[in-house]
């Protein structure tokens, strides 16, 4: 049996993987871990744990020493992320494969959002897409139940900064509709096939964001009587009750003819 091994290190997560087995195991370290403050990325995981849905990852087990702030996660292997699908010249993204990407994403978000679970980390990296070309939202670790929410006052600002919604910044709760603001950046990415804000810092996006409402632009690539522009645009509103539910945006992109 061949082990394929892989090794990340980011601020507060190691990833080990075991791919021969069509698993990946993902080994949290969580230094903050607080049992009495259910919002750390342990619990973001947890969140996920009896998750069912083919656009989320499957998690098939998690094994937890939350006083040592370790847990392991076993989930199905999901593939590549999306971002490297969004990297890669080779690989074809037309229309019909931004549509029906989009439609899978937004199936999972409704499913997440159905379960009174936020995300709060919605990003091509966090899309797995696998050798059938389907996606699966992953990295529960930044997500909140609703009702954990509604037991704190405010939550520090999650998540990645060019995805973040304003209202995150001015210090807000985050509801669904800050998934699909999410959402509405890697709508843009996937058919831009850029970084959004591209080489501006991240106060400077934040102020960006919040004071001028600016928001990815150099749309070349997009007609702008497109509905997937147009989605876009309304998944992008400053106000998150102008935005639509994950649902929605859901219903719509199935409508679409391809
Ligand atoms: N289920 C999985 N299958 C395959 N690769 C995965 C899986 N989960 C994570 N990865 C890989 O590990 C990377 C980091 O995992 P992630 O869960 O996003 O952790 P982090 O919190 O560090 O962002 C991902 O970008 C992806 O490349
Ligand atoms: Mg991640």
Known sequence: MTL?????????????????????????????????SPLTSIDGEINAQFFDHPNVVKIYAIDKKTEQGLALVVMEDGGQTLQNIIDDPQEKLDKKTCIRFAEQISSGLEYIHSNGILHLDIKPANVLVNSKKICKISDFGCSVTVKALETVSQIKPRGTVAYCAPEIFRGLKPT??????????????LKARKWPYQGVSKERIIYMVVAQSERPHNFT?????????????ECIEASPLSRPTASKVNIVFKSIDL
């Open 4 to 36: 394929l091994f892989k090794y990340y290190t980011f601020a507060y997560v190691t990833v080990l993987f075991f791919l021969d087995m069509d698993a990946a195991v993902k080994l949290l370290i969580c230094s903050d871990y607080d049992p009495l």
């Open 221 to 233: 690539s997009f007609e702008e009587e497109d509905t997937y522009f147009y989605l876009y645009k």
């Open 176 to 189: 669904d509709r800050s998934d699909v603001y999410s959402f509405g950046i890697l709508l843009w990415q």
